[in-house]
């Protein structure tokens, strides 16, 4: 049983196999690209195969981190390798036939994502994003706020001139959303202009307020998390060492 495991061991640590384990997730995804073409019969069929290929390899992949392992609770400990597992999983669901064959080209497209847990640099900045997350989150709470002020105030004064846009005030949290994002606002402001002049006075601020300080804070968060997690002491990758 060592030897096995050493074995296995020695594989999971080969940088030829974690470098075939990136070709066959790019694989993998160049194979749910090229499914969603309408191909002749004989292609299909080598396309089935060559997607037997790639399950069979994720499972051996598996198996192999599992018995280096030497046992399942070690493995399952890691977040990272739990995701592998549910992945690896999922696109073990069979083709079938009708609206079963989006699902399974769906579980298919997945498999790309493990191509985070392969590389160390994809995974640090993961990470990093959610631990940004409780402190994005407050400032997503304060845009939402100010958000639904400005869209309470906007369907008091708009309502009338554009009752698309600004006739409650789900309509208009949709308006500024597309506002925030600077889509065609222009547009909007110019349509309530027409009847109010000093309607561009509403949307400057609530763009200096949302789009650009709250919006840019957001974007502050999880990059200055992403400098504090990199000027932290090196800690050499251990993923795939004993």
Do not use: C, H
Not at 51 to 62: H, K
Request: proline share 2%.
């Amino acid at each position: 049983m060592n030897n096995l495991v050493d074995v296995f061991l020695n594989i999971r640590n080969s940088k030829f196999f974690n470098t075939l384990v990136i070709f066959i997730i790019i694989a993998s995804a160049i194979y749910a690209g090229v499914s969603s073409y309408n191909l002749p019969e004989n292609y299909l069929k080598l396309l089935i195969a060559f997607d037997y290929v790639i399950t069979i390899f994720f499972v051996f992949e598996i198996l192999v981190r599992i018995v280096s392992e030497k046992s399942f609770g070690k493995f399952f400990k890691d977040g990272w390798n739990i995701f592998d597992f549910i992945i690896v999983a999922l696109s073990l669901i069979p083709v079938g036939a009708g609206s079963a064959i989006f699902v399974a080209r769906l579980l298919r497209i997945i498999r790309v994502l493990r191509i985070i847990t392969v590389i160390p640099a994809f995974r640090k900045i993961i990470d990093s994003l959610i631990m940004s997350l409780p402190r994005v989150g407050f400032v997503a709470l304060l845009l939402f706020i100010f958000t639904y002020i400005f869209a309470v105030i906007g369907t008091m004064l708009f309502a009338d001139v554009d009752s698309l846009k600004w006739g409650n005030v789900g309509r208009a949290l949709l308006t500024l959303a597309q506002v925030a994002t600077f889509d065609d606002w222009g547009a909007i402001m110019g349509r309530v202009l027409q009847t109010n002049q000093f309607a561009w006075i509403y949307f400057v601020f609530f763009i200096i307020i949302n789009a650009v300080i709250l919006l840019n804070m957001v974007i502050g968060v999880i990059v200055d998390v992403m400098i504090s997690e990199n000027n932290k002491p090196s800690i050499k990758e251990t993923r795939y060492e004993k």
